[in-house]
């Protein structure tokens, strides 16, 4: 008769090796659905989904070309017509300068727009009554459209780079000055009640307030130079002579669209950069955000 092991011990695997530890079963997370509600990504995974959307899109453009009847597909030509037309301009149209005037426009009326919308809207935050005072104005100035001012423009101060300025700082300041209001308003009310229990002055609390928004006010400046970049073509129309919208006008007149369509993808193209500088812009400003996160 065969003996029990003794104390009730389990009988040993009889492939193991003498002292080998049973390895327990490793754990694999369920696999989340594409649409998962509050779901997380990794850097890795949130990059191959970007570059994954930008290859969906420019196939569907590429079909859609191919699918366009032939005697129409000029008006919308294939993505390697518009790139290569791009180079061209590039290579023999000095393309490189109309960009950069262009870039000068957007970078100059954007950083006198802020300069001047940032202090003002921390400023309307902090102080009730002067909030009360300015903001019905500013407020009532965002839901004049900047385009309608584009010929009044023209004949205060002629065909100059000033009066396309104007139009581009039109564009966003209004809105600007209202974000960063917002923002300033989003800031915790215990901070600056703490800052004034612990004596500080005016302008100390008003220092407190200012660095506590900063990291939401880059952001909304972020998200306001996207809407200076659309307003680009319109104020290079006054007086078409140089800049993308300029190429665009004069592609125009003689139905060239993929010299139309180069601009707008040259546009995009540096408007994702201008996004990416802020958004680097602000991992080194505040590096803490990235940490919390």
């Known amino acids: 008769m065969a003996q029990g092991?003794?104390?009730?011990?389990?009988?040993?695997?009889?492939?193991?090796?003498p002292g080998e530890a049973a390895l327990a079963p490793v754990f694999k997370p369920p696999r989340q659905p594409f649409l998962e509600v509050l779901g997380s990504l990794t850097q890795r995974r949130?990059?191959?989904?970007?570059?994954?959307?930008?290859?969906?899109?420019?196939?569907?453009?590429?079909?859609?070309?191919?699918?366009?009847?032939?005697?129409k597909q000029r008006f919308l030509p294939a993505?390697?017509?518009?790139?290569?037309?791009?180079?061209?301009?590039?290579?023999?149209?000095?393309?490189?300068?109309d960009v950069g005037t262009s870039l000068y426009r957007i970078y100059a009326s954007f950083f006198v727009a802020s300069l001047i919308?940032?202090?003002?809207?921390?400023?309307?935050?902090c102080f009730v009554k002067a909030r009360a005072l300015i903001s019905p104005t500013t407020g009532g100035w965002?839901?004049?459209?900047?385009?309608?001012?584009?010929?009044?423009?023209?004949?205060?101060?002629?065909?100059?780079?000033?009066?396309?300025?104007?139009?581009?700082f039109l564009g966003c300041f209004f809105f600007l000055v209202a974000l960063i209001l917002d923002n300033t308003l989003a800031v915790q009310r215990e901070l600056v009640e703490s800052g004034l229990t612990m004596g500080a002055k005016r302008r100390q609390v008003v220092g407190i307030t200012f660095r506590a928004a900063a990291p939401a006010i880059l952001d909304s400046m972020r998200n306001m130079i996207a809407v200076a970049w659309t307003y680009l073509v319109i104020a290079e129309i006054i007086v078409a002579t140089d800049g993308i919208g300029a190429v665009m006008m004069r592609a125009a007149r003689f139905l060239h669209v993929d010299i139309?369509?180069?601009?707008?993808?040259?546009?995009?193209?540096?408007?994702?950069l201008t996004d990416i500088s802020f958004r680097v812009a602000s991992r080194i400003l505040f590096p803490y955000l990235r940490v919390r996160r």
């Open 260 to 272: 139309m369509m180069g601009g707008i993808l040259t546009i995009g193209v540096l408007g994702v």
């Open 46 to 71: 949130t990059v191959v989904l970007g570059v994954a959307g930008v290859i969906i899109f420019f196939a569907v453009w590429e079909v859609a070309h191919y699918a366009t009847p032939a005697e």
């Open 142 to 168: 965002r839901y004049l459209p900047a385009a309608s001012f584009a010929p009044l423009l023209l004949v205060w101060f002629g065909p100059t780079d000033f009066a396309k300025m104007a139009l581009l």
């Open 5 to 17: 092991h003794a104390g009730g011990t389990p009988p040993s695997d009889a492939n193991s090796q």
């Open 117 to 125: 919308a940032v202090p003002l809207g921390v400023f309307m935050g």
């Open 79 to 97: 993505v390697e017509q518009v790139v290569a037309e791009i180079a061209y301009l590039f290579a023999e149209k000095n393309f490189i300068a």
